[in-house]
């Protein structure tokens, strides 16, 4: 499994964009990029994943970098709501997460 | 997106008794599903993957005497942790691999025992 490297915690106003980061250089050629958001006393809850385009959905974007060796989750507008642990895994079939970065989000 | 339903979200237990969480996907059919526990303030970590109508595959360090899995049916799959002690508290997770591959979770099951 792909090693990842995540910043601990960042911090982002209400209703501004936040790029949350996520190296992964060790990622195999066919390892898909997940990104997953947990929040207290919750299961993670899939948030976008891609291959090796740029991803968007109704949550968020995903900048996959051209070598895979990074990529960025994208929120457009942040709100309180999501304030989460997100992760970023690359996997095969098989999900292992990291330490993950703490999201606050100030209003 | 796709619906795990995780049962019961909470427990208490007695030290020495067994107690069994189930995890179902509601929408689909999943082949393969997950389970994690996590402690407080920590990761989830990644404790067995199950297949249906296989045996499940343990990571290293987990006792696959004292978690046992079974994934009978296409939608099901159970976690029983064994002669429970106070050390094996904590918050026990599935997932259940989607059709794309991205996997969903159930909402956890807080596990305490006393």
């Known amino acids: 499994d792909a090693k990842t490297t995540q910043p601990n915690s960042m911090e982002s106003n209400e209703e501004e964009p936040v790029h949350l980061p996520c190296n992964h250089s060790?990622?195999?050629?066919?390892?898909?990029i997940h990104w997953y958001r947990q929040l207290p006393s919750q299961g993670p809850e899939y948030v976008i994943h891609?291959?090796?385009s740029n991803v968007n959905n109704r949550m968020a974007s995903l900048a996959i970098a051209e070598d895979r060796k990074s990529s960025t989750l994208i929120l457009h507008r942040a709100t309180l709501r999501d304030a989460a642990v997100y992760y970023c895994i690359p996997t095969g079939n098989q999900f292992y997460f990291g330490t993950g970065t703490s999201l606050t989000v100030i209003p | 997106g796709a619906v795990v339903s995780q049962h019961p979200s909470r427990v208490i237990c007695k030290s020495g008794t067994s107690v069994k969480i189930e995890c179902r996907s509601l929408?689909?059919?999943?082949?393969?599903m997950f389970w994690y526990r996590q402690f407080p303030k920590q990761s989830l970590m990644l404790m067995a993957t199950s297949n249906e109508g296989s045996k499940a595959t343990y990571e290293q360090g987990v006792e696959k005497d004292k978690f046992l899995i079974n994934h009978a049916s296409l939608t099901l799959s159970t976690l029983t942790v064994t002669s429970a002690h106070p050390e094996d508290s904590s918050f026990y997770i599935c997932?259940?691999?989607?059709?794309?591959?991205?996997?969903?979770f159930g909402q956890g099951t807080r596990l305490t025992v006393v």
């Open positions: 891609g291959l090796t």
């Open positions: 060790t990622i195999s050629g066919t390892d898909y």
């Open positions: 929408d689909f059919q999943a082949t393969t």
């Open positions: 997932s259940a691999l989607g059709r794309l591959s991205e996997a969903f």
